[in-house]
């Protein structure tokens, strides 16, 4: 292999961001997500800080729980444009040691550094000067995982947290491996790892020693999969900058609702955004999911294929509805959110390569020109410019 695989991970990116713009936040418990209205908020967490996480403050957590765990919480908004704005800086500082940066998020990536050591030294060494160059160019934190694989160089840069820094050489792979627990495993989630443990396989080691064919007579292709990541080979490469997969929005009502137009509002509202940054990224989507929570927190997802891509917010919109149907929800139980993501991407060209996708062509054209426009208006004077006349009311309710 022979491979020097950096991963870096921002230590509570966020929520660090806001104690680095805040003096005043730092050494505090700060919350990043939804207003938590006083423990009576819908959202969720987006991020929080190591003192916010001593309290057992997490991410994906909802607000209101966060609230109850931690009252005396710094709780603050998210600024997308500012964490966007110091993600770049970061990624700039990763691309001067190597082209080959693979981001994962706005605050974590893989860079192989494999072609890079004859000109910057050895792999401690370029991730030791980025850890560093991080902290003084920027005020912030971030923990490193050095190995010859993917897999190992996320687990390394895991471990070390909070203000890590774990370099694994190939002759010590296995040894730092085998005594993890399966959980660490990438793809070992609850169910599988629930699996394993009864048949007395608790650790990565344990996955090793029962072998390659037994595992993959239990999990079939992911078994397999399984027992190489325990031996350590992991060969996928770093690959820069992968193209976008989907785009979407999704909403927590402030109440449950069953009301059957607040969710056909919400819905349009929702295919508006999507449809908007579609077009203001040149993709084109040929399959639409819906995402569907009620009040006993069911989660359920339905998705389709369409016959032509479309960036047109009312052929979104037809789409939810239909998926909407396929639901099966009448009204009956109240909702707690619905969300609607836009895959299967592809650039205008590329679309229209494919031929007999675009029956209607010049008919999604004309359509697209006319979202083009409002998204001109929009722009100049605010988002709330042009609105769709169905979307009047909710904006009444709303002021």
Not at 31 to 60: L, N
Not at 269 to 296: H, I, M, P, Q, S
Not at 318 to 324: E, T
Request: with cysteine; net charge positive; hydrophobic share 40%.
């Amino acid at each position: 292999m022979n491979r020097a695989i950096i991963h870096v991970d921002m230590d509570a990116f966020f929520a660090s961001v806001e104690q680095l713009d805040h003096p005043e936040y730092r050494g505090k418990p700060v919350i990043v997500g939804a207003d938590p209205q006083g423990g009576q908020g819908r959202g969720v967490v987006a991020a929080s800080s190591y003192e916010a996480r001593k309290f057992g403050v997490r991410s994906a957590m909802p607000i209101s729980r966060a609230y109850r765990l931690c009252p005396q919480g710094i709780f603050v908004a998210p600024r997308g444009g500012r964490y966007g704005e110091i993600s770049q800086r970061v990624f700039a500082i990763f691309r001067d040691f190597s082209d080959l940066v693979e981001p994962l998020s706005v605050d974590e990536a893989f860079i192989d550094a494999t072609g890079s050591l004859r000109l910057f030294g050895s792999a401690e060494k370029i991730g030791r000067e980025i850890k560093r160059r991080i902290k003084d160019e920027l005020g912030l934190v971030a923990s490193v995982g050095i190995a010859p694989t993917k897999f190992v160089a996320k687990i390394a840069s895991d471990i070390g947290k909070p203000n890590g820094f774990v370099m694994i050489s190939e002759e010590e792979v296995l040894g730092f491996l085998h005594p993890l627990p399966i959980t660490r495993l990438w793809g070992v989630g609850e169910k599988t790892a629930e699996l394993l443990s009864r048949r007395g396989i608790k650790t990565i080691g344990d996955v090793a020693k029962i072998g390659e064919k037994a595992l993959a007579a239990m999990l079939g292709d992911h078994g397999a999969h399984l027992w190489r990541l325990s031996m350590g080979i992991d060969e996928r490469e770093v690959v820069p900058e992968t193209a976008a997969k989907s785009v979407g929005n999704e909403t927590t009502f402030d109440e449950d609702t069953a009301d059957p137009q607040i969710i056909r509002e919400t819905l349009l509202r929702l295919c508006d955004k999507v449809a908007g940054r579609l077009r203001k990224y040149g993709f084109l989507a040929l399959g639409v999911t819906l995402k569907f929570r009620d009040e006993d927190f069911r989660t359920v997802t339905r998705s389709l294929t369409r016959e032509t891509p479309t960036a047109v917010t009312s052929d979104l919109y037809a789409d939810a509805l239909a998926l909407l149907s396929r639901t099966g929800w009448t009204g009956g139980k109240r909702i707690r959110l619905v969300g609607i993501t836009a895959h299967r991407l592809a650039t205008g060209g590329e679309a229209r390569a494919q031929g007999n996708l675009f029956v209607s062509a010049e008919r999604e054209e004309k359509k697209k020109s006319a979202e083009c426009a409002v998204d001109a208006v929009r722009q100049r004077f605010g988002k709330g410019a042009l609105l769709r006349a169905s979307l009047l009311k909710t904006k009444k309710r709303e002021s």
